[in-house]
Nanobody
Framework: QVQLVESGGGLVQAGGSLRLSCAASGRTFSSYAMGWFRQVPGKEREIVAAISWSGGNTYYVDSVKGRFTISRANAKNTVYLQMNSLKPEDTAVYSC??????????????????????WGQGTQVTVSS
């Protein structure tokens, strides 16, 4: 069982930056592939970024490429999402998710909602224009 707790959300002006953190419980964090998703009311949850359990591969949705960076610090059981050049359309509830990896999936980034086993409660990000 893994518990995930997000932090770092808030209100920021367009063009600003935020860094989201997702702290995970448990001693095997390094074995989990991680993802950041976001959701706005009335829309489906969408993948924002993902990182393989090895940390060697990352994925970004096109709308955030060049602006967002996902990273992980296994010693701290934490995954980060650095968000720069924020836009009003980035406003959403951001959630992190975890999926236990296998020996063969060290380079895999999971992008589907149903591919993840554990979810945090989410943190609100609001970007004003």
């Amino acid at each position: 069982q893994v518990q995930l707790v997000e932090s770092g959300g808030g209100l920021v002006q367009a063009g600003g930056s935020l860094r989201l953190s997702c702290a995970a419980s448990g001693r095997t964090f390094s074995s989990y592939a991680m993802g950041w998703f976001r959701q706005v009311p009335g829309k489906e949850r969408e993948i924002v970024a993902a990182i393989s359990w090895s940390g060697g591969n990352t994925y970004y949705v096109d709308s955030v490429k060049g602006r967002f960076t996902i990273s992980r610090a296994n010693a701290k059981n934490t995954v980060y999402l650095q968000m720069n050049s924020l836009k009003p359309e980035d406003t959403a509830v951001y959630s992190c998710a975890a999926r236990l990896g296998t020996y063969w999936s060290g380079s895999v980034c999971y992008t589907g909602v149903h591919e993840y086993e554990y979810w945090g409660q989410g943190t609100q990000v609001t970007v004003s224009s």
